[in-house]
C-alpha cells in the first residue's frame, strides 16, 4: 500500500542519494542551519502547503544517519498501518536502546525515544500544531537538545504513556553528534528550557502521577548535568 509522508531532514549533510531513493521529488528549503527545531517545522509547513491532501505520516530524521538496512522504512510504515503511535527505528548509537542490526523481535512501546528519525502520524502533528503553535517542535530549544524530550511529553499528556513504539526490525546507523560538533550547540541552555517548562507543567493539580515521575526525573537529571 503506498502512502504520503512528509519527509523532512536538515538542510546541512542529508545524502542526495538518500532523499532521493525515499521521494521523486525533494526541495531544500534552508541554505544553513536554522536550528532542529525550526528546520523540521518549516519541512513540514512547505511540505503541507505543496500537496492539495493532508499526508499520512511525517518522516523526520537527522542528517548524521547511515541506512544499510535498505528495509528500514517499510518497516516502520507496515507497523503504521497497524496503529497510531510515533515509530522509531533502531540504531547504533542514541542515548538507551541501542543494537548493532536489525533484529526479528517484535516492535515494542515506550515512553519516549530520541527523534534521530521519527515517523509521526499527521495528525498528532495538526494536533500539536493547533493547540500548542508547533508542527512538532518547540523553536525554544535552540539549536537543539531537548525539542524531542518535550514533544514526547506533551503527546504523552494527551495521548496516553506508551505512546511510541520502538521497531528492532528497522535499523538505521547514527553517527552520533557530528552535527551538533560543526555549530554552536549549548546543550546547558536548552536543558535550562527544558526544565523550566517541565517545572511549570509540575504545578498543574491534574497532572497525571505517571508524568509528574516523568518531569521530576528529567529535571532531576537535567540538573545533575548542569551543576
Given at each position: 500500500?503506498?502512502?504520503?509522508?512528509?519527509?523532512?531532514?536538515?538542510?546541512?549533510g542529508a545524502a542526495i542519494e538518500t532523499?532521493?531513493?525515499?521521494?521523486?521529488?525533494?526541495?531544500?528549503?534552508?541554505?544553513?542551519?536554522?536550528?532542529?527545531?525550526?528546520?523540521?517545522?518549516?519541512?513540514?509547513?512547505?511540505?503541507?502547503?505543496?500537496?492539495?491532501?493532508?499526508?499520512?505520516?511525517?518522516?523526520?530524521?537527522?542528517?548524521?544517519?547511515?541506512?544499510?538496512?535498505?528495509?528500514?522504512?517499510?518497516?516502520?510504515?507496515?507497523?503504521?498501518?497497524?496503529?497510531?503511535?510515533?515509530?522509531?527505528?533502531?540504531?547504533?548509537?542514541?542515548?538507551?536502546?541501542?543494537?548493532?542490526?536489525?533484529?526479528?523481535?517484535?516492535?515494542?512501546?515506550?515512553?519516549?525515544?530520541?527523534?534521530?528519525?521519527?515517523?509521526?502520524?499527521?495528525?498528532?502533528?495538526?494536533?500539536?500544531?493547533?493547540?500548542?503553535?508547533?508542527?512538532?517542535?518547540?523553536?525554544?530549544?535552540?539549536?537543539?537538545?531537548?525539542?524531542?524530550?518535550?514533544?514526547?511529553?506533551?503527546?504523552?499528556?494527551?495521548?496516553?504513556?506508551?505512546?511510541?513504539?520502538?521497531?528492532?526490525?528497522?535499523?538505521?546507523?547514527?553517527?552520533?553528534?557530528?552535527?551538533?560538533?560543526?555549530?554552536?550547540?549549548?546543550?546547558?541552555?536548552?536543558?535550562?528550557?527544558?526544565?523550566?517548562?517541565?517545572?511549570?507543567?509540575?504545578?498543574?493539580?491534574?497532572?497525571?502521577?505517571?508524568?509528574?515521575?516523568?518531569?521530576?526525573?528529567?529535571?532531576?537529571?537535567?540538573?545533575?548535568r548542569q551543576s
Amino acid at each position: 500500500k503506498d502512502v504520503e509522508m512528509v519527509i523532512a531532514a536538515t538542510a546541512q549533510g542529508a545524502a542526495i542519494e538518500t532523499l532521493s531513493e525515499m521521494a521523486a521529488n525533494y526541495t531544500y528549503l534552508a541554505p544553513r542551519n536554522v536550528g532542529f527545531a525550526y528546520g523540521m517545522n518549516r519541512a513540514i509547513k512547505m511540505g503541507v502547503q505543496f500537496e492539495s491532501e493532508a499526508p499520512d505520516y511525517v518522516l523526520c530524521f537527522n542528517n548524521d544517519l547511515q541506512f544499510p538496512n535498505k528495509g528500514w522504512l517499510r518497516h516502520l510504515v507496515d507497523i503504521a498501518e497497524q496503529t497510531t503511535q510515533v515509530l522509531c527505528p533502531a540504531t547504533d548509537s542514541a542515548a538507551h536502546r541501542t543494537q548493532s542490526g536489525p533484529e526479528s523481535k517484535p516492535s515494542y512501546p515506550v515512553d519516549n525515544n530520541s527523534a534521530y528519525c521519527w515517523l509521526v502520524p499527521f495528525k498528532w502533528c495538526q494536533f500539536l500544531k493547533d493547540t500548542y503553535g508547533f508542527w512538532l517542535f518547540d523553536e525554544d530549544f535552540k539549536p537543539a537538545y531537548g525539542e524531542d524530550d518535550w514533544t514526547a511529553f506533551l503527546l504523552a499528556k494527551h495521548f496516553g504513556p506508551k505512546h511510541m513504539r520502538y521497531v528492532p526490525r528497522s535499523f538505521v546507523k547514527h553517527l552520533r553528534g557530528r552535527t551538533a560538533r560543526t555549530v554552536e550547540h549549548n546543550r546547558r541552555d536548552s536543558g535550562r528550557t527544558l526544565v523550566k517548562k517541565l517545572q511549570a507543567e509540575l504545578r498543574d493539580e491534574k497532572l497525571p502521577s505517571y508524568l509528574k515521575r516523568w518531569a521530576q526525573n528529567y529535571i532531576s537529571i537535567l540538573s545533575t548535568r548542569q551543576s
